[in-house]
């Protein structure tokens, strides 16, 4: 089944304990991308990448870093967690995302407490 | 400042009827513009785009309208379906993509 897997699905974790959310797709897409959901905010892009080894900064990369190293795979990771962190987090890939559109993962909701 | 903006939280229509949610966004850059849809518990779902070189797009009951003298969208669900009842997301950017705040549309039966 073509989707995009993240993982863990529920997180809860303490201020300034590094951690790094997975997540990985089997439909051999160029294009990746990871959003926050926030209450009255919306969806807001973190960081994207046009391919291996190409990333780039969404509307608020700040506190987040992202490596693209395999097709397949572009984790997020967050050095030192704050409570301002604490989010709905979504994971998306795409052949080409102004025409097809992002599929995305399940999301992963973090709790930094 | 909010590039992309859904001004309408929330809207309530009939079964069959037809459903118009609007989209207002500043940057005149933007080269393309889309809609998701998303469910409680899931992510969103793609469902139409539109390149800034165009002015409508359809497929199937989805139709959307781009006019960008007024920097303004719309998306129009004929007719609408309970099943069609969900957030929907406005997005315009380019590989970098705003989204508007949603607007939470119910289709009562």
């Known amino acids: 089944e073509a989707q995009v897997t993240q993982n863990p699905r529920y997180l809860i974790t303490v201020t300034g304990k590094k951690l790094t959310v997975t997540c990985s797709q089997n439909m051999n897409h160029e294009y990746m991308s990871w959003y926050r959901q926030d209450p009255g905010l919306g969806l807001r892009q973190i960081y994207y990448s046009m391919n291996v080894e190409v990333t780039d900064k969404g509307d608020v990369p700040e506190g987040y870093k992202v490596s693209r190293k395999e097709k397949r795979n572009f984790p997020l990771i967050l050095e030192s967690p704050s409570p301002n962190q604490t989010s709905l987090y979504f994971c998306?890939?795409?052949?080409?995302?102004?025409?097809?559109?992002?599929?995305f993962g399940s999301g992963t909701r973090l709790t930094v407490v | 400042d909010q590039q992309v903006k859904q001004n309408s939280p929330s809207l309530s229509v009939q079964e069959g009827r037809i459903s118009i949610l609007n989209c207002d966004y500043t940057?005149?850059?933007?080269?393309?513009f889309l809609w998701y849809k998303k469910y409680p518990a899931e992510g969103p779902t793609f469902l139409i785009s539109?390149?800034?070189?165009?002015d409508k797009n359809e497929d199937g009951r989805f139709t959307v309208f781009l006019n960008k003298s007024a920097k303004h969208l719309s998306l129009h669900i004929v007719p609408s379906q309970p099943g069609d009842s969900a957030v929907y997301f406005c997005?315009?950017?380019?590989?970098?993509?705003?989204f508007g705040k949603g607007t939470k549309l119910s289709v009562i039966p």
């Open positions: 539109i390149s800034s070189i165009k």
């Open positions: 997005g315009a950017g380019s590989y970098q993509l705003t």
């Open positions: 940057n005149s850059m933007f080269d393309y």
């Open positions: 998306a890939s795409s052949p080409n995302p102004l025409n097809y559109g992002y599929t």
